[in-house]
Structures are given as C-alpha cells and as structure tokens.
C-alpha cells in the first residue's frame, strides 16, 4: 500500500494525476491481460477477483471507472455487484463498464438489462480490442 | 443396510386391537418405531403427518376401507412402502392392492418371523428407491449444470487467450515486424474457430435438450429475414458480392423461434458469401402459397458436389480439399437442419460445382382450425398477395 502511494505521489508531480479504473473479475489472467492495455493508455489500474472486495476497493480508493464482470461465478453476479455500487454513497455517478462474454443470446437473453435493473454505462463483449477498450474508457472518464 | 433400518418408523393401521399390538412388540424388538392406528381415517391422517418408512394397512376394516387407504397414499406418500393384511386370505383384492402401487401382502394369520422378514424386504426395497431418486436427481442436475459449466470452462479460457493476444500486441507495439503482426493474427483466428466450434457445440446440445426452441411465438418473417440480411449486407459488400433481395413484407405469420431461426438465416447466407468468389451474385428470395412458405437463398460460388449433398446436414461434416480459407466448425449446417426440424420444416439443397448452391428453407404453414374468423384472414391475404 505504502508504495502506490509514494509512487503515485511521484507521477503526480510529473504530469497531472492519473484516473484511476477498477477492474473486478474473477478470472486473473483476464485481469492481467485487460491491466496492460489500459496501463499502456496511461491509467493507474486496480484489480478486484471477486464483486465483495471490488466494493471494498470501490469505497477506499474511489475509482474514476470500473469494469465489471457480469459472468462472476454465478451468471448475473456482475449485475448484484452493479447494485451494491449504485447504492453506495457516490456510487450512482461512477461510470460502470459491464463485460460479457457471451453476447446476451439464446438463453442468456433473459438478462438483458431491463428497467429494473441497475444501469451501467456501457456493455461491452469479451474479448475486448485494445483500441476499443481505450477509446470507450477514455470517452467515460472525460 | 441392516444399520440403515433401525428406528425406521412403521405405522399399523388395524382394526384389531390384537394385531396392532403384537405388530409393535415385534417391530419394536427389531428396532423399529411403531406407531398404530385402529382404524383409516386416523391411520390417514396419521400417515400424511409422520410419513412412514412402511405403512401395514388392513384391508378389512370398518369406516374407510384399506383399499381406499391404499389409493389415497400411494399418491400423497409415495415414497412410503404400502402393505395389505389380508384377514381372509383373498389373493383377488391382494393382487388388486399390488397393482394400485402396494408392495407386498402379509395374510393373517401370519408368525413374528413373517411379519419382521416382510419389514426387512420394505425397508430395503425403500431404500434402494430412495437412492435410485437421489442418484436420478444428481443426473438431472449434472445434466442441467453441463451447459452451464462447458460455457463458463470452456469459452472462458478462449476469451482470456484472445484478450491476451491483444494486449500482447499493445506492450510489444511498434516492436513486433509485419510477420510477428501477422503469427497474431492467424492465432486469434484460429482460437475464434475453437470458440465458434464450442459455441455451435453448445447450440446443438441445447435443442437436443428442447431448451433452444423453447419460445415458439407468433413471428413476422419477413422482419426477421430482413433484419437477418440487413446484417449480413457489409459482409457482401466487403467480398464485393451482388445482393439481390426479393422478399414480400406480407410473407404470413407463422409460429416460431425467432432467434434460433434468424441463426438459421445468417448461416446459411453466411455460408454463400464465404463460398462465392468476389464479384459473385448472392439472391435471397421468399414465396408462399396457401401450404407453404418458401425461402430461397442462391449464390453463384464454388457449389457442392452432388454426392456430398446429404453429407453436409451431418455434424463435423465438411466438403475435403477446399483448403484452409473456408475452415469452419462443421456444425453450421446440422444446426439449421435441427432448428428447421423443430419448425416442422424442411432445409433442402440443390448445387451444380462451379456455378452456385440454392438452399431452401420450407414451411408448413400452420394450419389455423377452421373458424369464420380464419376463414376471412386467409381470404384477407389471398386479397393482399393478388395486389402485389
């Protein structure tokens, strides 16, 4: 912990401060992978493996972003975790990013947002293109 | 087995004080617990709220008979075994009980010895039930469970391969030469081939399971096609292919999946634009008549050999020799057979090699039971088809 901090302290005297995107998913290696696109578009990254400690994160290190899986676990998971943030206090303004993998088809199509549910700003499918992805992040985090 | 039967419950319902209390000493000496009832009504009521391992019914009694017991509880507490004391050594209502789901009989007068092998036998043949139930409900829910899981394990890692791939590109950047760019690329390829394999795979296994054509609705196919087409026009004008389209917004209504089919669609017009060279033809068109409502998608590729024409509806079935560009999953073909199957369709195909391949998707139209209202909705659209 110490060292983000004295490291974020450095950067912030180079250039301005960067935005910081929280990124929960239960699968690392797709963290991993999604962490290094958007490090290399100049984003502070924080990863999350499951929806309980991505709140926790979301309450100590106040992202400008998060991305969220919707298939944690359990298919849905993702769209529990969207709840919990919207009823956070600031959570109703942070921009939410939902993934999924498949593209919301055949028997899955049931779990099209509908009114009830909380909104996200984006849904995006897996896997995601480096340009896509960074041009989608940079619109929310203006 | 034997541990499993102690303290089983085993209720006696008799009218006969005698019986009633010789049952429970011997019962009770072989571990069991007794509880007895001297006549139906009770013995019902006492039944549903205790659910016993066995229930000793007489057959004789007064008030409600034991046959009508028996009726009553084989359907309210099937899982507890029945068995009829029969006081007049009647095997006619003995065997008419056992077809009403009784397990066995126990005629009077009948030995402590009888009386405790005939519980055993119950309380085996119980268990034995039990776990047939428990192992049928673990089956069930593996089988529920597999779709679920192969999506999650397999596609998953696929994702994460695919993702990797990327950004693997964006860390390395401007470092990686053109035939570095290009090893990516054809991996990424193949790795979307092996999820599309998964995909398809998938698909199959859920209309074998009933649960893809599951919402079977009243559908505008001319929409549905439409929208299907609109989708698949960049794709055309990317292999620089004519589209001609000749389908009437008037095609009937008809009762089906709308998603399983626009599936069928883009397959198959998927299919025509991966198979005609550049510059080709690919015509879409619909008819119908009074039986039938007929969608017809030609091209002017490459064609199908005729021998291999009812090769191609088989899974993993693919044309040999045409090298990699046109590798798929195999499963394209016998996916749109099974979903036309599910529609009371038919999915036929004609193909002359070097000049094209038409296939066409045929509907019944579903008879509608003669009413005056269905009479003059058909006469109604005989009209609008004569205006256009």
């Known amino acids: 912990m110490m060292t983000t901090k004295t490291k974020k302290k450095k950067k912030k005297k180079k250039k301005k401060k960067k935005k910081k995107i929280l990124l929960i998913d239960d699968d690392r290696d797709f963290l991993m992978a999604t962490k290094v696109i958007l490090e290399k578009g100049g984003y502070e990254i924080f990863m999350a493996e499951d929806g309980k400690s991505g709140i926790e994160m979301i309450k100590s290190i106040s992202p400008d972003l998060a991305i969220i899986d919707m298939m944690m676990e359990t298919w849905g998971e993702g769209f529990n975790v969207v709840s919990r943030i919207r009823s956070l206090e600031g959570g109703k303004d942070l921009p939410l990013i939902i993934l999924s993998a498949v593209d919301l088809q055949g028997p899955y199509q049931s779990f099209e947002p509908s009114d009830e549910s909380p909104t996200v700003n984006m849904v995006l499918h897996k896997p995601l293109k480096a340009d896509d992805l960074l041009r989608y992040v940079d619109q929310l985090t203006q | ?388």
């Open chain 2, 1 to 388: 087995m034997a541990e499993k039967t102690d303290y089983s419950l085993i209720l006696v319902i008799d009218d006969e004080e005698s019986i009633r209390d010789g049952c429970r000493q011997v019962l009770e000496k072989s571990n069991y617990s007794v509880i007895t009832s001297a006549n139906g009504d009770e013995g019902l009521q006492l039944a549903r709220e205790i659910s016993p391992a066995i229930a000793f019914i007489d057959l004789k009694m007064p008030g409600l008979s034991g046959m009508e017991v028996v009726d009553i509880l084989s359907k309210d507490i099937p899982d507890t075994v029945l068995i009829v004391i029969t006081g007049y050594a009647s095997i006619v209502s003995a065997v008419e009980a056992m077809k009403k789901g009784v397990y066995d009989y126990l005629p009077k007068p009948f030995t402590p010895d009888q009386l405790r092998a005939i519980a055993q036998r119950g309380i085996d043949h119980r268990n034995l039930k039990l776990e047939t139930q428990i192992l049928r409900k673990e089956k069930k829910e593996m089988e529920n469970n597999f779709i679920t899981f192969v999506s999650h394990e397999m596609r998953s890692p696929l994702v994460t391969i695919r993702q990797y791939m990327e950004s693997l590109k964006v860390v390395a950047g401007d470092n990686l030469g053109g035939d570095a760019v290009d090893i990516i690329k054809r991996c990424s390829k193949r790795i979307r081939n092996l999820e599309e394999l998964v995909e398809h795979w998938l698909d199959l296994r859920r209309i074998d399971e009933g649960t893809l054509v599951r919402k079977k609705k009243p559908m505008n196919l001319s929409g549905t096609i439409m929208k299907c087409i609109d989708e698949m026009e960049p794709l055309c004008t990317r292999r620089d292919l004519t589209l001609e389209v000749n389908v009437p917004a008037d095609l009937p209504t008809m009762v089906g999946d709308k998603e399983s089919l626009s599936r069928v669609f883009i397959n198959i017009i998927g299919n025509a634009t991966k198979y005609t060279p550049k510059g080709g033809t690919l015509s879409i068109r619909a008819e119908y008549d009074d039986h039938y409502i007929v969608i017809t998608i030609a091209d002017t590729g490459i064609g199908i050999p005729s021998d291999k024409f009812l090769l191609i509806f088989e899974p993993f079935y693919r044309i040999k020799g045409k090298g990699d560009q046109y590798r798929g999953s195999g499963l394209g073909l016998s996916f749109c057979k099974k979903i036309m199957k599910a529609h009371d369709g038919r999915i036929e195909v004609a193909s002359e090699e070097g000049k094209g391949t038409t296939f066409s998707l045929t509907f019944s139209r579903q008879t509608h039971p003669v009413t005056k209202r269905g009479k003059e909705e058909s006469s109604a659209r005989e009209k609008g088809r004569t205006d256009s």
